[in-house]
């Protein structure tokens, strides 16, 4: 069979039924996007390195497992799990930052720095707890927007060209979003960080 030919929703088929070759075809076809979509998100070579292939061994238990819908194009389907993975991947890290010793070992940056009372780092790490809750109530193109620029530090035409719309789209995306998190957060009577998203 050749698979060349075949579009990508037959080459799923094809792949679903036994054909590693169709599946070959598909990352053939689409490895250059998704390794772009997650460098973008990640901006390190090796670790995009990583999670394209993380991507497509998701793809394929996904696949295998009967779990694939067939509704929406394979592509958008595929660069939606390479984000994800890439914006778990900036959120685990910026939890967790890496320091590169002299020796080239990396140790977790746990350390604080920090002299703010006791009572300012409650309260800014519940307001940071609070705001990563509000931020998951956003509608979810506005939330993906808000996350890629200020937890993936995106441009906005980068995101503009992750999420496949036009930058006034995604700057819209981002107003309506800080909007709605300034309404939600002056309704909610948590104690919080004025300072955070009041400009």
Known sequence: ?????LNDSALVTSYIAGNESAFEE???RHKSKV????????????????????TFVKAIHTMKSGRYNEEGKFSSWICRIAHNLAIDYFRREKRSPMITLEDGSN??????F?????????????THARLR????????????VLIMRHYADMSFQEIAEATGVSIN????????????????????????DQNLYSS
């Open 133 to 144: 809750e509000l931020i998951q109530q956003l509608p979810a193109a506005q939330k993906e």
């Open 114 to 126: 920090s002299e703010e009372s006791v009572e300012s780092i409650r309260i800014k790490e519940e």
């Open 169 to 192: 789209t995604a700057l819209g995306r981002m107003r309506y979003a800080l909007i709605n998190l300034r309404k939600k957060m002056s309704n909610d009577k948590t104690a919080y």
């Open 35 to 54: 390794y772009t979509t997650i460098l973008l998100i990640v901006k390190d070579t090796y670790t995009a390195e990583d999670l394209l292939q993380e």
């Open 26 to 28: 598909l990352v053939n």
């Open 1 to 5: 069979m050749n698979t060349v030919q």
């Open 107 to 112: 140790v977790f940056n746990t350390l604080s």
